[in-house]
């Protein structure tokens, strides 16, 4: 018998595969769970449960939301015409929080893969491309991580989409801002200074 | 209105709030909870709720327990006689899985603390001594931390058990095996040398 006991030493081995989060830690969260037992510990319980039951994809971008379509897809006020193409839904939140982008989204959940057998349909790319005429749309963004398998995936989009007549674009790269050139790789470095501007 | 909807905000909101734990590292909890919303995250809600529901503090030695006493208290292969301060759960957790103490605990749950108004009593410190003839106590073990706080708190449960005829001991310091005296603070390597003992 361990000293935590059955439900305890389960719910230490449940967080510890969180990521981020090892058997040290998940513990520790454990401890001061435990301490806010009828505070901070039920109120999680309860949402956990709610969002585990009620969330879902939205059925045209892939988003995360409550109903059949994301607050994005439902909101009349963002633009329709524009769709930006995300690896995740991680990244939509990113480009969300910078309020950058006022159009739509698109969210594949991962990248092309031959050797997990993810191929253009388990990445909605065929539906990325219904959606063209169905919301006029004239520009596809492909805001795809700046990795080998990210821009794998946007190559392919890139090729697929051709002869549709929308215009493909992607995030530009360079120095990020506040950065400084001592600590960035050789390959932004490269990126930054091929596509210099005139200032 | 948030593209995460309010649910899944309040949830990282609330997982932010744990140790170890931020606004980034929680909103990758989720995302990942969310993808395997129908096993993990109902799993994670249940067990929550139940441990929220059933666990609170041993009556007599303040270990977390789903009943009146904890496993430990409750087990009669456990020897009597001997009980080892510890300031927290998490340190009783440590010792037992060190396998190294085979006797009784006293969780005090925090150390004495003029500033925050944390007394003798806050920590069971009357009822540690009131242990004393009822289990037969020969040996209290001060496994206290060795921070200012868990000394001074040592120090005082010392001079508090002074005249009760049990032999206080506190854990040896020294050099932590594996440990380098390149990367130890002086401190140790003064405590260490002090203690020196005939190989």
Redesign the interface.
């Known amino acids: 018998?361990?000293?935590?006991?059955d439900?305890?030493q389960?719910?230490i081995a449940?967080?510890a595969?969180?990521?981020?989060?090892g058997p040290r830690?998940a513990?520790?969260?454990?401890?001061?769970?435990?301490r806010k037992?009828?505070g901070?510990?039920?109120?999680?319980?309860?949402?956990?449960?709610?969002?585990?039951t009620?969330?879902r994809e939205c059925l045209t971008c892939g988003?995360?939301?409550?109903g059949d379509l994301?607050?994005?897809c439902a909101?009349p006020t963002r633009a329709t015409g524009e769709i930006c193409v995300v690896e995740?839904?991680?990244d939509?939140?990113a480009l969300?929080r910078a309020r950058a982008f006022r159009g739509r989204y698109h969210v594949l959940g991962g990248t092309l893969s031959a050797l997990d057998e993810i191929g253009p349909e388990d990445l909605g790319i065929p539906a990325l491309i219904d959606r063209i005429p169905n919301e006029h749309v004239t520009e596809i963004i492909l805001a795809l991580n700046a990795t080998v398998e990210g821009q794998t995936t946007a190559h392919y989009i890139a090729e697929a989409l051709e002869g549709t007549g929308v215009s493909i674009t992607g995030l530009a790269q360079g120095v990020p801002i506040g950065g400084e050139l001592d600590y960035l790789d050789d390959g932004t470095i490269t990126a930054a200074l091929r596509a210099r501007r005139r200032l």
């Open positions: 018998m361990t000293p935590e006991g439900d305890i389960a719910l449940l967080l595969r969180l990521p981020g989060l830690s513990r520790r969260v454990v401890l001061h769970l435990i037992r009828s901070q510990m039920v109120q999680l319980a309860t949402l956990l449960d709610r969002v585990a009620t969330s988003n995360i939301t409550g994301c607050a994005i909101d995740d839904v991680a939509l939140w969300e």
